[in-house]
């Protein structure tokens, strides 16, 4: 999607909660393998490390939490990451979780600046435990949003569903990435 938005600019990815999401989450923000198999292509090649068109992608991970577990609120850090990233001249993707595995939150969900303009926030929602009312704040403030349905709802393995706010869908539309 950023890449469609933003095909010349540096892509650059903020995730929160490590621990808290699936122990892939880092490697894949940052366009790297991080199992002997993928979809489409089967056993991966032990030379091949990053998708191909995905070449330098950097970013922040914030864990959950300290070393003696209290709970990190990675809000302002996601806000001082896409800031610098903007400053930068790079087009940001700030990750924020709405409640992790055993229910954390991060305090504020993060927005897409200027409709996707300047970054892609992205609300990821997968375990399922939110209200309409969430999911309808999130869109309007332009936040991707990202759902699984094969954990709480019991629907089958690799379930899922990105809801995209009609801003950046109309701008995807027009892409030509």
């Not at 850090?77 to 992790?100: L, T």
């Not at 504020?108 to 926030?121: D, E, T």
Request: net charge negative.
């Amino acid at each position: 999607m950023a890449k469609a938005l933003h095909p010349t600019k540096n892509i650059v990815n903020g995730v929160t909660q490590m621990n808290e999401i699936g122990a892939g989450s880092e490697p894949a923000s940052k366009g790297k393998y991080f199992s002997t198999h993928a979809p489409f292509l089967g056993e991966i090649n032990g030379s091949v490390k990053i998708l191909a068109g995905f070449e330098n992608i950097g970013g922040l991970v914030i864990s959950a939490r300290t070393k003696d577990g209290d709970v990190i609120d990675a809000s302002k850090k996601m806000d001082e990451f896409a800031a610098r990233q903007v400053a930068d001249g790079s087009f940001p993707i700030v990750h924020g979780v709405f409640g992790g595995k055993t229910g954390v939150r991060d305090e504020v969900m993060p927005a897409s600046l200027r409709q996707g303009s300047k970054s892609l926030g992205v609300v990821d929602a997968c375990q399922g435990r939110f209200f309409l009312e969430e999911l309808h704040q999130w869109l309007d403030q332009d936040s991707v949003v990202l759902f699984t349905g094969s954990k709480f709802y019991q629907a089958p393995p690799f379930c899922g569903a990105i809801i995209i706010p009609e801003s950046i869908a109309d701008k995807l539309s027009s892409a030509t990435a």
